[in-house]
């Protein structure tokens, strides 16, 4: 089976490789061609082949490799950024003196990569929303361990931003990544061990999907949080939190409502269908409207058709937006980061990452001791909890969009992400082989 394996990914691989190195030599001489164009939007085409096929490279690495997606594809992002390539081009360009002094940009039409991207990161939490459920994630026990697994590593990401001379904006922006729960990776690594219907392994999916929404509620809030903390001044605050108890409860009444009057009475068409994507994206819009982030809305369209007869259609058909969009999203995200300011931020970098790591495992497993689990569960449930991803990345964009964030910071925050997933394989592998 593995020979078979390996006969099939490696042509994949190569292949794919070979058909990317084609693709960044044509868009290496478009830009020289084109070398000061103003007219963008006469390649747009063309990038987002290229961003698909970097895609598809994506892909066969993952598969070849055993290395989870969204690390891949922002690694790709990164080494297509402008920040990395203005680095290569500098190293090579002495070399090479007939090339143009300045290094070319492989991406032009930077707007409409942002609204795929977008796009990517509505598609993205809706998909987990519908893999979600109500009554198994939001249970007394997982709140708990979600709650200390939120409050704790705020808590500390704000403090360390603090007092390290960060600006109280960038301090609660680096507290709210560190809320933020990916468990893509440790569900993988669960399934391969043949754990993931245990106690544990649930109370680790249903903590991380209440941590993701408590950590972009704390987003929103820091969002409209004002600079000076005064009666007056609290009111947008306020009506903000008031906004999000209200479209959470008031949501969940409502979007029933439409999933069964509209979506449900009859069978499954093509009218449904688009009956369920604007619900989606309505549900984005508004929570966008009211000051959370459009994000928040997705997921809870996407809890919502989870309990739709239909479901499966839903899911099925929609696929072709995920693969279309979700990767570009985190090759966007990795083409963000500067990679100056990763080799000159390394330490805090470092630090951040270590912080991270320790308060997930703190707080979650003392949420897990308190709701009843043993000490080996709960230290498997921290270190399970402590892989950031995709929210944090978020959380990350939205903070250098608004301008709440500088690309330094948006690099070290995206570092941590990154970090975080990398460490956990083998942190957890001590205590898979124990349940094993």
Known sequence: ????????????????????????????????????????????????????????VAESIVVYLKQPTVLVLLLLGILIGPS???????????????LPPEAPSLILNTHLIDVFAQLGAIVLMYKVGLHSSISKIF????????????????????????????????ALFLGAALTATSVAVTVALLKDAGLVDRDFAQAI?????????????????????????????????????????IFMVGGVYAGRWFVST?????????????????????????????????????????????????REEIEKRSYALEILFTPIFFI??????????????????????????????????????LTGFGKKESAL???????????????ALIGLTAGALTQAEYSIISAMAFLTAVVTPPLMAPFLKGWK
């Open 84 to 98: 990395f390539i203005g680095y290569a081009w500098g190293a090579i360009q002495p070399i090479f003196p007939f």
């Open 1 to 56: 089976m593995d020979v078979l394996h390996n006969k099939l990914v490696k042509p994949i691989v190569w292949f794919s490789a070979l058909l990317l190195f084609l693709m960044l030599l044509l868009s290496l001489l478009r830009t020289s061609i084109f070398y000061g164009s103003e007219m963008p939007e006469q390649h747009v085409i063309f990038e987002v082949v290229f961003l698909l096929l970097l895609a598809i």
């Open 262 to 310: 509209r979506i449900d009475k009859k069978e499954m068409s093509d009218k449904r269908f688009l009956y369920a994507l604007a619900f989606v994206f309505f549900y984005a819009y508004f929570a966008e409207f009211i000051g959370l982030s459009s994000i928040v809305g997705a997921f809870l369209a996407g809890l919502l058709l989870n309990y739709s007869r239909h």
């Open 205 to 245: 999916i249903g903590a991380a999907v209440i941590d993701d929404i408590l950590s972009l509620l704390v987003l929103s809030l820091v969002l409209n949080i004002p600079p000076s903390l005064d009666a007056t001044s609290l009111q947008p605050f306020a009506m903000t939190l008031i906004s999000a108890l």
């Open 332 to 369: 966007s995200l990795g083409m963000l980061v500067d990679v100056g300011a990763l080799y000159a931020f390394a330490l805090p970098i470092l630090l951040i990452t270590i912080i991270a790591i320790i308060t997930k495992v703190a707080g979650c497993g003392l949420g897990s001791l």
């Open 139 to 170: 249970s007394g026990r997982n709140f708990v361990i979600a709650f200390f697994g939120v409050l704790i590593p705020f808590g500390a990401g704000y403090l360390f931003a603090s007092l390290t001379g960060g600006s109280f904006i960038y």
């Open 381 to 395: 449930i921290g270190v399970g909890m402590s892989p950031r991803g995709e929210v944090a990345l978020i959380v």
